[in-house]
C-alpha cells in the first residue's frame, strides 16, 4: 500500500514540476515583453487577484491555507525571475549589526539567482582571521582600510546581494563606490532589536560590554548617515526573513 502512495506522489510531482518550469518560463517571457514595452514590472494588483480566484476555488476545502502559501513562493519566485530582467543593479544591504544583513542577503541571493558577498566574511576569509582580532592586532583605523579595498573591489560585480558592514557607511567613499552599480537597501530596526540581537553575539568588536543606553547612542548617531546612503528604507521588527525579502523585491520591482 505505502509503495502505491508513494508512486502516486512521484506522479503528482511530474505534474507540478512541469507545470512550474512552463509557468516560470513564462515568467521570463512576460519580463523580457515588460521590458521591450516599458511597462511596469510589478503589479501587486495582479497577484491579489490570481490569490483570491485561488481563494474562492478552494472554499472549504482542506489545505486551502498550504496551497495559498504555496503560490506566495511562487509569486516571490516569478519577481526573481523577471528582476534578472530589468533590474540592472547590485542590492546593496545595510544596517546597524544584528539587522540581519547576512541572513536576509542570502536568501534573497537563493531566490533571485544574484551572486552573493558578505564583505565581513570576505574580510575575515582573505586575512585568515577574526574581525575582532584583527581590531585588537591592528585597531579600527585598519579594519576600515580593509574594508574600504574589499569594498571597492566587490562592488564592480553586476547583479549582486552586496552585505556590508554595519559601519561602512562611516566613510562616504564606500557609500560613492556601492552606489555606482548598486541601489542600497538600509534594514531599520527598533534599538530594542538590535540590542536582543546582538548581545547574544559576543564577538562583536564595538559593542562587547557596552550598556544598551551606550548601542542605542551609537545607532541614533549613524542613522543620519545610513538615511543619506539609503535608495529604500525596510523595517525588520517582527518579521520572518520572507517577508522582509518579499518587501524588497517589491520596492526595487515598482
Sequence with gaps: MLDVLRSE?????AIIIEALLRRLMTASRIAAYKKEQNLALYQPEREAAILNRIEKSLENTPYAKHIQELYRCIFRLSRCIQMKHVFPHNIV?????????TTVGQYLADMSGYAYYDIDTII????????SEMFSRHGEAFFRSVERKTIERVSNNDQAVISCGG???LDQR???CLKQKGKVVW?????????ERIKLQGTRPLIINRTFAEIEDMI????PLYSVAADYRISIDRKPVSDIVDAIL???MR
Excluded: H
Design 9 to 13: 506522489i512521484d506522479e503528482c510531482d
Design 93 to 101: 544591504l545595510v544596517g546597524f549589526m544584528g539587522s540581519g544583513k
Design 124 to 131: 575575515e576569509e582573505e586575512a585568515g582571521y577574526s574581525i
Design 167 to 169: 559601519g561602512c557607511i
Design 174 to 176: 564606500n557609500v560613492v
Design 187 to 195: 534594514l531599520m530596526a527598533e534599538p530594542e532589536t538590535l540590542y
Design 220 to 223: 541614533k548617531k549613524r542613522q
Design 250 to 252: 517589491d520596492l526595487v
